[in-house]
C-alpha cells in the first residue's frame, strides 16, 4: 500500500507542472528516439544489403581490384584501380589453378548518357557477359534476345535495355530493334529487360547492357575490369575456391611473399559479416554519443526535481507530521523520476518508430529499393530500461535531500 501511495503521490506531482514535466521528460525522449532511429535504420539497411547479398547466389564470389582500403586515401585508389585483366580470369578458368570455377564473369563500368532522337537519360552502362545476367542472376529479356558470344568476340554494337530506360527514350514505344547513341557511337537495341527493381545492388530497370570487349574497345579505351564474378561448381566448395581465386591472382600479378594483395576476393558470407560488423561499429558509436546526451537529459532531471523538493517543502514536512517516513518520501521522488523518464523513454520510442517507418517509406518511394521496416525490440527495451535507471542515479541526490528534510524545518519553510 505504501508503494501504491507513493506511486498516486508522484503522479500528482508530475501533473501540477505539466509544461515543465513536459519539458523534462523531452530531453528523454529526444536522445531515445535518436537511438531507436539509428537502431532501426541500420537493421533496415542490414537486412537489405544482406537481401542484395543473397541476389548473388550461394556459389559466386566477387573479385575486385585494390586490395582491402584501410583509409579513406585508400579507398580512393581502390576505386580508380586497374589491375584486373583477361589475364587474370584465363588463368582462373584453368582447372590445375582453381579447379572449382566454372566461369569467371567480367564487368566493365562505362559513365556517361544514352540517347535517342532528341530523348536522353543517364543510366548504368555496364559491359558484360550474357550469362551473368541469364544464368547468374536469373534475368532474361521481356522483348527480343540477350546477345551471346558471337556479339563479344565480333565487338558487336548491341546493347539489351531495362524498363526505365526503355520508358525514359522510348515511352510507350518499343524500343526493339532502334539504335540509340553511347559517347557518339550506335547500339542496336536486341533486347529489353522486364521491371525488375533491386537485383545485387544493381538497378536493372536502369541497366544499359553491352558486349564488355565493346565497352573496352569502343568506349573506355582500357583492357581491365572494374570487377569479375567467379562461379564455383557447388558452394562447398566456395571457401577452398577462395583460397585458389586468391593464389593464383597473386601469382599472375607477382606478388612476393608478404606482400599485400592488390586485389580483393569477397564471398556472399564475407560481405554479408563486413556490412554486420560496419553497422555494428556505427551504431555503437552513434548509441555511445546518444547516451552522453542521455546523461545530460539526466542532469536536467535531477536540477527539475531539486526546484520540485524545494517548491514542495512544505508539503514534505506535512507528509512527515501526519507519519510518512524517510523511506517513503524517498520513495515518492525516486518514483517520480523513474515516472518521468519512463514516460520520456516511451515516448522516444514511439517517436523514433515513427521517423523511422516514415524515412523508410521515402526511401521506398525515391529509390524503389526492397527496403523494410525494422524495429529492434533488445534495442528498444534496452533503451526504455537505460532511461528508467537514468532517472534512479539522477533522481537519487533529490529523492535523499527531500528524505531528509526535518518536519519542523519544513513545515516553517515559506
Do not use: C
Not at 539509428?38 to 537486412?47: D, F, I, K, R
Not at 559491359?127 to 551473368?132: H, N, R
Not at 547468374?136 to 535495355?161: N, R, T, W
Not at 537529459?297 to 520540485?308: D, H, Q, R
Amino acid at each position: 500500500m505504501r508503494i501504491l501511495n507513493s506511486f498516486e503521490l508522484a503522479v500528482h506531482g508530475l501533473k501540477t507542472k505539466p509544461s515543465r514535466t513536459f519539458l523534462t521528460l523531452l530531453g528523454v525522449a529526444i536522445g531515445v528516439a535518436a537511438v531507436i532511429i539509428v537502431a532501426s535504420l541500420g537493421a533496415g539497411t542490414q537486412a537489405l544489403v544482406l537481401d542484395e547479398i543473397s541476389g548473388l547466389g550461394a556459389d559466386i564470389m566477387a573479385v575486385q581490384p585494390g586490395g582491402e582500403p584501410e583509409s579513406l586515401a585508400d579507398i580512393t585508389n581502390v576505386l580508380f584501380a586497374e589491375n584486373l585483366t583477361q589475364e587474370d580470369i584465363d588463368a582462373i578458368l584453368r582447372k590445375e589453378n582453381v579447379p572449382h570455377a566454372v566461369s569467371a564473369s567480367p564487368f566493365v563500368m562505362v559513365s556517361g548518357a544514352v540517347s535517342y532522337g532528341n530523348e536522353s537519360y543517364v543510366p548504368q552502362i555496364i559491359g558484360a557477359e550474357a550469362e551473368t545476367y541469364t544464368d547468374i542472376f536469373d534475368i532474361y529479356p521481356s522483348e527480343g534476345i540477350m546477345f551471346g558470344e558471337d556479339a563479344i568476340k565480333e565487338k558487336s554494337s548491341v546493347a539489351v535495355i531495362g524498363y526505365t530506360v526503355q520508358t525514359e527514350l522510348f515511352g510507350q514505344m518499343s524500343g526493339l530493334g532502334e539504335r540509340i547513341t553511347i559517347k557518339g557511337r550506335k547500339f542496336r537495341v536486341v533486347g529489353v529487360l522486364p521491371k525488375t527493381g533491386q537485383v545485387a545492388f544493381n538497378d536493372v530497370d536502369t541497366l544499359v547492357l553491352i558486349p564488355y570487349t565493346t565497352a573496352q574497345t569502343y568506349l573506355t579505351g582500357t583492357s581491365h575490369f572494374n570487377e569479375f564474378l567467379v562461379r564455383v561448381d557447388d558452394p562447398a566448395n566456395l571457401a577452398r575456391t577462395e583460397k585458389d581465386v586468391e593464389l593464383t591472382l597473386r601469382e599472375t600479378h607477382e606478388l612476393e611473399e608478404g606482400e599485400e594483395n592488390d586485389f580483393a576476393v569477397r564471398t556472399p558470407a564475407a560481405m554479408a559479416e563486413q556490412v554486420g560488423t560496419i553497422l555494428l561499429s556505427l551504431t555503437l558509436f552513434l548509441s555511445a554519443v546518444v547516451a552522453v546526451a542521455l546523461v545530460v537529459g539526466g542532469i536536467g532531471i535531477m536540477n527539475m526535481m531539486l526546484i520540485s523538493v524545494t517548491e514542495r517543502t512544505r508539503e514534505i514536512g506535512l507528509r512527515k507530521a501526519v507519519g510518512a517516513t524517510d523511506a517513503d518520501v524517498l520513495g515518492q521522488f525516486l518514483i517520480e523520476a523513474m515516472l518521468l523518464t519512463f514516460l520520456g523513454g516511451a515516448l522516444g520510442i514511439l517517436f523514433g518508430a515513427l521517423v523511422s517507418y516514415l524515412a523508410g517509406l521515402g526511401i521506398v518511394r525515391f529509390t524503389e529499393l526492397n527496403w523494410t521496416f525494422q524495429l529492434p525490440f533488445s534495442t528498444s527495451l534496452g533503451a526504455l530500461v537505460f532511461s528508467v535507471v537514468i532517472g534512479l542515479v539522477f533522481g537519487m541526490y533529490p529523492a535523499r535531500k527531500a528524505s531528509k528534510k526535518s518536519p519542523m524545518e519544513a513545515l516553517r519553510y515559506e
